[in-house]
């Protein structure tokens, strides 16, 4: 995405708890003399800040133009992932656009294949079995905290629905004291004018 120097940009990640979230980013600054983005931006940085869905401040640092930055999640649901350059120009002349490539994934633990083939068949075999065992697990987590989300919204959805009904039969009981209140202010005007 694309971002002013001194822009704050903001991403909302749905994250279930005590899982593990890491980011990689790589920031581009607009060259006008070239007209394009160069590859790397030196000098600039990345403030990261993540928020957690009750407004705790989890992750707050400052890292380089290129980089990858973790944290574990406590809670389930919204965190707020937001980046910001480090720029020290004035906001006035802070006019530079930067590219930011980002790439967040949840509850992912990639193998290092490097690590994989330096050990023996036996020990390969262990470890894609730990691999596939800890994917299980956060497939797991993800399950249930998507039944927690389900469960939560059936609730809220069978509460609306019950004040709904309750709306429609006070409304229905308002319509009928008012028709019944008329037709007697009726009857009354009528005899008392000696009509009926």
């Given at each position: 995405f694309h971002s002013g120097e001194r822009e704050e940009k903001c991403i909302i990640e749905d994250?279930?708890?005590?899982?593990?979230?890491?980011?990689?980013y790589k920031v581009q600054r607009w060259d006008i003399q070239k007209q394009e983005f160069l590859e790397s931006a030196p000098g600039l940085g990345m403030f990261v800040t993540v928020t957690t869905p009750s407004a705790e401040v989890l992750l707050s640092k400052l890292y380089?133009?290129?980089g990858t930055f973790s944290f574990t999640?406590?809670?389930?649901?919204?965190?707020?992932?937001?980046?910001?350059?480090?720029?020290t120009r004035f906001v006035a002349f802070a006019g530079s656009k930067l590219r930011i490539h980002l790439d967040i994934r949840v509850g992912e633990h990639f193998l290092d294949e490097s690590v994989v083939q330096a050990k023996d068949k036996v020990n390969e075999v262990n470890i894609r079995l730990e691999h596939l065992i800890e994917q299980i697990h956060h497939i797991s987590k993800e399950q249930n905290y998507e039944r927690e989300r389900e469960e939560k919204f059936r609730k809220t959805s069978e509460e609306t629905n019950s004040n709904i009904l309750w709306w429609a039969?006070?409304?229905?009981?308002?319509?009928?004291?008012i028709g019944i209140w008329q037709i007697k202010s009726l009857r009354d005007f009528f005899i008392s004018k000696k009509l009926v």
């Open positions: 994250i279930p708890g005590d899982t593990l979230v890491i980011g990689n380089g133009p290129q999640s406590y809670l389930s649901g919204e965190h707020v992932i937001c980046l910001q350059s480090n720029s039969i006070v409304q229905t009981l308002i319509l009928i004291s």
